[in-house]
């Protein structure tokens, strides 16, 4: 089955970002869980969440796969920051409840100069003061393309994470594929060889989510610039290629391409034209 998607606006309730996936022709979506430079969330309306419920049962939508702030730093230097990266994360934690047995994506962090090392503990730590027993939510650490002192560059740094990671039960990896192509793993030229590494060193169970983007970089190059598909160096080939992988299968593919809701649409029609599924 395929689940597409895209980031969707979610200033207007759940509901709302439910009838505007359905009007791009989506059966998934991506939402930011509050501002993405963080701030307040938005009151929970469980009238609001009840409609849009039905509406995912009656139109079989996939996992939703919500993003947290990117300014949450869950191995920040600062002690106020990682506190607030926490106190997010545990909020964001409760309200997915609502809508349980969704995926929850975080940026695992920027060590800012504090070594990859000292970065990883972190934020393991903090996913082991917030994950709790009977969350019926998956949170997801997403591959980074490594710029800056950005940690989860590497499946190794994931994969060091999770080592330290209790609730391993609850956790997950979103591959995102202009991050991964940025920090040099050749998906054009090797999607076989670069999931055949994902699968020795986190294990393919382990990826739940897709973000689908090109990229406006060469390989290799650490930047992590979004560009619309088939319209950077990565190419609609490859992508044609994940969408049909049969390692990738029934994972979520969310799209996060500079568009608006039109190109989104043109988008999803696009992939979904590709699928031979
Ligand atoms: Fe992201
Ligand atoms: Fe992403
Ligand atoms: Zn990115």
Redesign the pocket.
């Known amino acids: 089955m395929l689940y597409l998607g895209s980031h969707i606006s979610a200033s207007k309730g759940y509901e709302a970002m439910g009838r505007q996936a359905l009007k791009l022709g989506a059966n998934t979506f991506a939402f930011f869980t509050r501002n993405p430079r963080g701030g307040r969330a938005k009151e929970i309306d469980e009238a609001d969440i009840e409609k849009f419920l039905a509406l995912a049962e009656e139109h079989a939508f996939g996992k939703l796969v919500a993003h947290a702030p990117y300014t949450l730093n869950a191995c920040a230097a600062k002690e106020d920051v990682r506190a607030f990266a926490k106190e997010t994360m545990k909020d964001d934690l409760m309200r997915m409840e609502y809508t349980p047995g969704n995926y929850y994506n975080f940026h695992p962090g920027s060590h800012v100069g504090q070594g990859s090392e000292a970065g990883i503990a972190l934020t393991a730590a903090l996913l082991n003061e917030v994950l709790t027993e009977h969350q019926t939510t998956t949170v997801l650490l997403e591959t980074m393309?490594g710029k800056g002192t950005e940690i989860g560059r590497s499946f190794e740094e994931l994969r060091a994470i999770l080592d330290q990671v209790n609730r391993k039960e609850k956790m997950g990896v979103c591959l995102?594929t202009?991050?991964v192509w940025d920090a040099g793993y050749d998906i054009v030229n090797d999607l076989d060889g670069v999931l055949d590494s994902f699968d020795r060193i986190i294990g393919l169970e382990r990826l739940k989510a897709i973000h689908m983007?090109d990229s406006m970089n060469p390989f290799a190059a650490h930047k992590?610039r979004?560009e619309k598909i088939g319209e950077g160096h990565i190419g609609i080939e490859t992508m044609k290629r994940v969408i049909n992988h049969p390692a990738l299968k029934d994972r979520p593919i969310i799209l996060?391409t500079p568009n608006d809701a039109d190109g989104y649409a043109k988008e999803i029609a696009l992939l979904k034209s590709l699928y031979e599924g």
């Open positions: 393309a995102d202009c991050h983007n992590d979004h996060e």
